[in-house]
Structure formats: C-alpha cells, structure tokens
Nanobody, 115 residues
Framework: QVQLVESGGGLVQPGGFLRLSCAAP????????MGWYRQAPGKERELVAL???????IYAGSVKGRFAIFRDNAKNTVHLQMNSLKAEDTAVYYC?????????WGQGTQVTVSS
C-alpha cells in the first residue's frame, strides 16, 4: 500500500495564499502522474491540477492563472501553490498519484478561505 502524506492546508483570508505539499515513498521509482483533487461539501470530487512525470500540466479552468503545480521527481513530491484564493476554493484537497496504472490518494487536507 502506497501512502501519500499531505501537508499545508489551513485557514486563509480571501486573496491570500497557501502551498500544499504531498510526498510519496522514496522507494517508488516511477510515478506517472501526481496532482491534486478537491471536494467541497455537497459536491463531487474534481480535478484541480495534474502534472506528469515529463512535466506536462493540466489545470481546472477555475484555478488557471492562480494555482501552480510542480514536482520533484527525485524526491517523489508534488506541490500546489495557491494564490489569490477565493471562498469557492474552500474544500478538502486530496493528493493523487498514478503508479503503474493504479490510483493512490492521500487522506485529504482542509483548505478554508474565509474572512
């Protein structure tokens, strides 16, 4: 079982910023894709941002230009820099990794944007 360890959630005011981080075990040699999904109360889980092992990225339209995803392949970590946060960004954020065709998820970290 692969454990993804997340950190960096919290409470922030509108317009503020947060950085989420996620680490996969260092013994894994090839993680095809890593990224972040989120789930707000009463809504389905949705993709926020994804980055492939080659550095290709995908962003949800609602976060494009505000969020940036980057990864360190040597350390098996992925980070999500979230700027200009809005109330509608409030959700539980889940780290995701696809490893040899299997999906893995973190336990989730709460991000609350409120004044």
């Amino acid at each position: 079982q692969v454990q993804l360890v997340e950190s960096g959630g919290g409470l922030v005011q509108p317009g503020g910023f947060l950085r989420l981080s996620c680490a996969a075990p260092g013994s894994i040699f090839s993680i095809n894709a890593m990224g972040w999904y989120r789930q707000a109360p009463g809504k389905e889980r949705e993709l926020v941002a994804l980055i492939t092992i080659g550095g290709g990225t995908i962003y949800a339209g609602s976060v494009k230009g505000r969020f940036a995803i980057f990864r360190d392949n040597a350390k098996n970590t992925v980070h999500l820099q979230m700027n200009s946060l809005k109330a509608e960004d409030t959700a539980v954020y889940y780290c995701y990794a696809e490893i040899t065709g299997t999906d893995y998820w973190g336990q989730g970290t709460q991000v609350t944007v409120s004044s």
